[in-house]
């Protein structure tokens, strides 16, 4: 599975946003996660679009999740960046079979992705954030 660097950042934002204790600034999630600010503001539209981030705006105001972080998975935030992933692949004879290995990876990612959120990740113990 390849990841664009509009996920990555899609989801470093949304751990920056979990661990946040209210409402923060574009501009603090960007230099926290090392995001360029105006990719961060469009990361942070298309988010919020999607219903998985709140905004408001004025000096009090800035982003937050739209629901508790144990509620949304990495899958959600990979969803909103990435689309769905149509199963495209197209093997020839004898090497037909592979389709199949590709739709079960496919689903065991999903699977994976689906059951791994925001507060799992926020929770982690620090040694295994690396990893």
């Known amino acids: 599975m390849r990841i664009s660097a509009r996920t990555q950042y899609a989801l ?3 751990v920056a946003l979990a ?5 923060v600034h574009a501009e603090w999630v960007a230099l926290t996660q090392d995001i360029p600010r105006r990719f961060c503001d469009n990361i942070l539209l298309q988010l919020r679009r999607a219903g998985l981030v709140r905004s408001q705006r004025g000096p009090d105001g800035g982003y937050w999740l739209a629901r508790p972080a144990k ?3 990495l899958a959600d935030v ?5 689309g769905v992933e149509q199963g495209s692949e197209h093997f020839p004879a004898a090497a037909a079979p592979l389709a199949d290995v590709w ?3 496919r689903s065991h990612e ?3 992705l ?3 959120t925001l507060a799992h990740i926020v929770d ?3 040694g295994s954030r690396s990893a």
């Open 12 to 14: 470093c934002a949304m």
């Open 19 to 23: 661990t946040a204790e209210g409402p």
């Open 71 to 73: 509620e949304i998975s």
């Open 78 to 82: 990979i969803h909103v960046t990435e």
């Open 103 to 105: 739709a079960q990876l």
């Open 110 to 112: 999903h699977a994976l």
């Open 114 to 116: 689906s059951e791994i």
């Open 124 to 126: 982690a113990p620090t």
